[in-house]
């Protein structure tokens, strides 16, 4: 097959090995670093990094404080080294405060301003599904950059309601109700009212509305009301049935009439003011925003005709983010921008609400993943890497079975167009030793000295590699971090994030490496990532210095990763760092956070860590007595699991180095 005919991530790669690895000794000499040259663009950070990521001469990964687009941006290997001499070292999740700011005035301005270009009479009041990231910090910083906006929140449980109520919202803000609710959540939401909360109930089933009448009636107090209705359109995208007829939340066009008839009948339908259409969740195609907007203003317009005094449009999620910057429509990727979402919005309400003479409603979405994915970056750093090459060829005796030298005379056609039947006897001489030491017909000896002549030819094969082979020379750097705590996405739905090395970027990538974690999961790595235009099972990596640390950064973490992230072998929270941008090169902490101790771990999992401690103190104190331990060891064994018990539960002060 001819390269060009190839999938473009494997010819990528295929391109990437050929033009990016190093030769024979496996390094680059000083004389032949491209100095001028800057490699952000291997990694498609001109498409996703939108001014906020770039790269600077020196080859660091820079952020951009948007307050000041003409500032000096700050090297995030600065950020790393300054915290690192502060006592906070990686991993480390890094929220930048004024990414969220800027988020959020990205999409309040765009639809003002498509308000105003399409003559549209009614606000923009957004809300944050508290769901998407419910850190404290996070929120605070929400209510108080949103406070201009009147931007609100939406509680899609009791725990989040008592969340939302323990904020100062502006008085035009809304609190938004979603999903199922008991009494007690019920009677806070229509209680919270008197605190002076926009509180709207939005009505999931028709059993919830007798229990919104019976709650009611014993508080007597009237509650403002929404309804979500189940449009039948049905997105398309990794979330897409969360939208249509077969979703779980909303009632059916059947049951709808349903509750309109019993509302009317109960004397309710006064209180009913909002209606909720869920578009749906990452929607990347612009197409199926318009076609959902569009039937959900058809709802609108029958349930005013029906009597229902709604003054609000909910649309729910929907607005993507552009994960890999190639702007498509995707699971990762949306083939629009943020004016151009609410500009479809407002013109389609606009357009179908003049036509059925009907006033033009508050707009409200709840567009939570894109007004916190961006502001938070996870770093971590490479603790070490296992290469499947070598450098050089191990000594070969009179002794050693043959298969030793016939893999060594594999060196000698290497080049030209033998190059792939070099690999082919090169795998096949491997195999085979392989083999017959399981069957105790060769020694430890010479498996090691066999496997080393293969690493050694690797080096030189993967120079002159095809896109059919290039995973087979891709090496594995392991990062001081678990997939699972904090980029559980990665793992459970194949969520892509822009993920690349924060240093070093104007060095040409030596290696190409797929990232483990520390957890004892095979599943616990990362081997899909963005590179330019396209996506690949390898990442352009540089080969480790040692007493030099190596960090990585994944991008767009702000979404939901904090919420899902689990204890798989209970692997804590890392160190959170919300930092302000200067505009001259530098950074202040905000807020703080610290990594989970190993104490606090433990505790979650229902491990008082005061009993294993005393438990481990009388197991050496029974070996004491039996005299198998002396005194001062005891003392030595004690303070060891004092100190892990108020550790970190990640790898303390890596040394980097090679395998």
């Not at 988020?103 to 003002?112: D, I, K, M, R, S």
Request: proline fraction near 5%; charge should be negative.
């Amino acid at each position: 097959m001819n390269p060009s005919d190839s999938p473009p991530s494997q010819r990528l790669l295929a391109q990437g090995f050929c033009a990016l690895l190093p030769s024979q000794d496996h390094s680059i000499s000083e004389a032949d670093q491209p100095t001028d040259k800057i490699f952000g663009e291997t990694y498609g950070l001109h498409n996703w990094g939108d001014d906020l990521v770039t790269v600077d001469a020196t080859g660091a990964v820079c952020l951009g404080d948007p307050t000041f687009p003409d500032g000096q941006p700050t090297p995030l290997p600065k950020i790393m080294a300054d915290l690192s001499d502060r006592g906070i070292v990686a991993p480390v999740l890094l929220r930048v405060d004024a990414f969220l700011d800027r988020a959020l005035a990205q999409l309040n301005t765009a639809f003002a301003e498509a308000c105003t270009a399409t003559r549209y009479q009614g606000v923009y009041r957004g809300v944050f599904p508290i769901k998407v990231n419910q850190q404290a910090e996070v929120i605070k910083q929400l209510v108080r950059s949103g406070r201009r906006f009147n931007y609100g929140l939406e509680a899609g449980s009791k725990p989040e309601l008592l969340i939302a109520l323990a904020q100062d919202l502006p008085s035009d803000a809304l609190l938004i109700c979603n999903g199922f609710k008991d009494e007690d959540f019920i009677r806070l939401a229509i209680l919270s009212r008197h605190l002076g909360h926009n509180t709207v109930i939005v009505i999931e089933s028709l059993d919830e509305f007798d229990i919104i009448q019976r709650v009611s009636a014993d508080l007597n107090r009237r509650p403002l009301l929404g309804v979500r209705v189940k449009l039948t359109e049905r997105v398309t995208g990794k979330w897409q049935e969360s939208s249509g007829d077969r979703s779980t939340f909303g009632l059916s066009a059947f049951e709808l009439m349903a509750l309109i008839t019993r509302m009317k009948n109960s004397d309710f339908l006064d209180c009913l003011v909002l209606q909720h259409s869920h578009l749906g969740s990452q929607v990347p195609d612009i197409i199926d925003v318009r076609r959902a907007t569009t039937e959900a203003c058809r709802f609108y317009t029958e349930l005013t005709n029906l009597g229902a005094p709604l003054t609000h449009i909910d649309l729910g999620g929907g607005l993507g983010v552009d994960y890999t910057g190639a702007r498509r429509a995707d699971d990762n990727s949306v083939n629009y921008s943020v004016d151009e979402y609410c500009y479809n919005i407002v013109e389609t309400l606009r357009y179908a609400l003049d036509e059925a003479e009907i006033p033009h409603p508050t707009i409200v979405t709840e567009s939570g993943r894109f007004v916190v994915a961006q502001s938070s970056i996870f770093v971590f750093n490479v603790l070490g890497a296992t290469l499947y090459d070598a450098g050089e060829k191990p000594d070969l005796y009179p002794e050693d079975h043959h298969l030793l030298a016939d893999l060594m005379a594999v060196e000698h056609y290497i080049d030209g167009a033998r190059h792939q039947e070099a690999l082919n006897d090169a795998v096949y001489y491997r195999d085979e030793m392989r083999a017959l030491f399981r069957r105790g017909q060769l020694n430890l000896d010479q498996l090691s000295r066999g496997e080393q002549i293969f690493l050694y030819l690797s080096a030189r094969l993967k120079l002159r590699d095809t896109e059919e082979n290039a995973a087979f020379f891709i090496d594995h750097y392991h990062g001081n971090f678990s997939l699972f705590q904090s980029l559980p996405d990665v793992w459970a739905i194949d969520q892509l994030h822009p993920i690349l090395p924060l240093q070093r970027l104007n060095e040409a990538p030596t290696r190409h490496a797929i990232i483990n974690d520390i957890t004892c999961d095979s599943d616990g790595k990362i081997d899909r990532f963005i590179l330019g235009e396209d996506i690949a099972s390898a990442l352009p990596v540089h080969d480790l210095v040692d007493d030099q640390p190596y960090y990585v950064g994944a991008f767009f973490v702000g979404a939901y990763q904090e919420t899902l992230g689990d204890l798989h072998n209970l692997f804590g929270d890392a160190n959170v760092i919300t930092i302000s941008l200067d505009g001259a090169g530098g950074f202040s902490i905000v807020n703080e956070t610290e990594a989970d101790s190993i104490a606090e771990v433990l505790s979650y999992v229902e491990y008082d860590p005061r009993d294993c401690l005393d438990a481990v103190r009388q197991k050496i104190e029974r070996a004491v007595v039996a005299g198998l331990v002396e005194a001062e060891t005891r003392r030595l064994m004690i303070s060891a699991y004092k100190k892990a018990l108020n550790g970190s539960t990640y790898f303390e002060q890596p040394a980097p180095r090679q395998a």
